[in-house]
């Protein structure tokens, strides 16, 4: 990964949807946006917090028993419903699409949320973000580190944030251009495809465990063969889960169930990257060079959380299904407080960020998707 | 799994609440159903209880309040327990429905019926009667009093004696029970009611001031003595935190002293302990760990933890007490 020239890419705010001549202009450390008084802004979003943090109890165990339990109703349902398809196709379709959102829900309502440590409190043992393992073909201790530490403290800081980009798209100027990136579009809907491998083997790639030039300076906690070790082990277990076991189980509908499997995980793949590219790479959303985090106040880091991500407007079900990603700005700026709360905050932070000038980045799923397709496309010329 | 079995979690036993009564003013008892693998008690020895409060599974230690010969008869295990109205989980306990599905830990503790042929005093203070008559309830059950008798002292504030009738009882059962009603206002402090006692073995439960009374006097008149004793809930004092405190911290069969200026992290980083750390500002919780017991302070909001097990965050959290966390 190249991260020689920080440069700070903040856009224009009062233009939501930039032509790709603007976001060129919008390319030189700006002092276009004047910046709020962080101690005033860190007071109003803990206030925001405290008040919810205040609420947090029954209500929100029982939902987030619930949704597991509806989660453990949609997969088992759409694992029968595909050993039914011989009787007539359109189960097994409904068993594909009830297993696709039975892994949705398990990855971004329950997964994400609970290994964030949004429902620690509740010291129940099961629904912990240490002791949580999703179905994804991800080791739930590697997310936790690159995710929750490295993505969430360093949100969008160009070199400390690998999830900018994910070492394969270039998606501002802060990296200099390369042939690779006139294919990058196609990069990205393979990305797409494949993407729980992706988020897998994303830490590995970071710390180059298998290619390239292993950084000297880089202070591991985990030694790289606990790495591979926990990467094989992870993926073996969910290959062969769907794609022997399950099938094997079913004896002659082998096939029925291997091919449902496949399309389940591919649809669940495809949802998630669209929602997370989403929350990140929309036009608008800014970088940081590593500068802007030293001495970093919380309202600072507020600041940059802020403008670092970008919500996505939609009914109770879609924010469901997002794992209420869909409120990536609340999300980012309490990561620990139980998602089904950002509905609640986001009218007072959007309040606040008024207040301050502050760009509020949100849209319908089609603004947002568009204007992530067009940044990809974009950075795919110098 | 818990759909099935309310409460289902695994390395606990699950129990139903039969019945929940109010015996003194801030005095309740509680009547549960231990399932039928959960292993009996020995007279004395305390369980930890885990209800949900609020979503939040909370756990406190309670003494069996009962003999495992009662539990045995009736299936049934009492637990009996001061209401404390700042406290976790007893101003809840009142109100918990019969047959809601509980979580108790198997028995554990050596606080139990010595094995010998002298004579047993036993001090209570307070709610630290519970063990004693489970231990009494066995003695005579299993006809173990014959041996030696028992006496008990029995301090609490002025007509705030539980279970009077039921020492009465057992009283009656055997010529070699006898037990005295005190009040330390009226009847004077523990330590002139002992002399009369130097050749038995002393057992006391109660609060840190009787144990302390107790345990000078065993020291002088060299009384074997065996304890079970409640600090309370440790003092906390938010305002002396610009005084420097030194706290021990017991961790994975380690102790470390630690202060109260700085993170837990970092103090354990300096002393080279195996962490695993990250933001160092309590947003990713690498660094969580379960802490058993103690109270720590969260140094973005200064609030207190709870002081029963929870989860901890070691880069936001400063100790206020001793503490026990495992790593």
Redesign the interface.
Known sequence: MNTGGLINTKELQEAPSQTDAELQKATTPSQSISKPDYAILEAQLDAIK?EVKGK???????YI?RII?IQ?ICEWSGRILLMLGFLQPVLWVAGVLSLAAAKILDNMEIGHNVM??QY???????I???RYEWDIACDGASW??VH??EH??YTNIIGKDRDFGYGLLRLSNDFRWRIKNLWQFATYILLSVMFQWGVSYHEMAAERVFFGKKKNNRKN?VTHSELKKRFFSKGARQLVKDYVLFPLLAGPLFLWVLSGNLIANLLRNLWTSTIIFCGHFTGDVETFNAEDCKNET?GQ?YYRQALGSSNIEGGNLFHVLTGHLSFQVEHHLF??IPARRYREMAPKVQAVFKQHGMHYNTGSFWKQYTSVLKRIVRYSFP | MQQFKPAWRDGYYRAQVEAVRNLKSDMVEVILTPEKAWPSHIAGQHIALTIEVNGRLTTRVFTVACGSSFHRETKNIRLITKVNNEGAITPFLSSVTPSTWVNISVPKGSFTLPNTDKPVLMVAGGSGITPFIAMLEDAIENKLIHRAPIHLLYFAKPNEHVLQSELLALQKRTNNFTFALLTRQKDGDVEAHLSHFADAHWLVCGPNTIYEQVQKVAKLVEAPLDSEHFAALPTVNIGSLSEKETFSLAHNGQHLAVNNQKSLLSQLQEAKQPVTYGCGMGICHQCQCVKKRGVVRDTRTGELSDSAEQLIQLCVSQAVTDLEIQL
């Open positions: 405290s947090i109890g029954a209500e929100d165990a029982a028993r339990l453990r964030h440590g620690d409190w509740m010291n129940d043992s099961f912990n973000s240490k936790n580190r929750n530490y969430h403290t906690q919380r880091w990561p620990d």
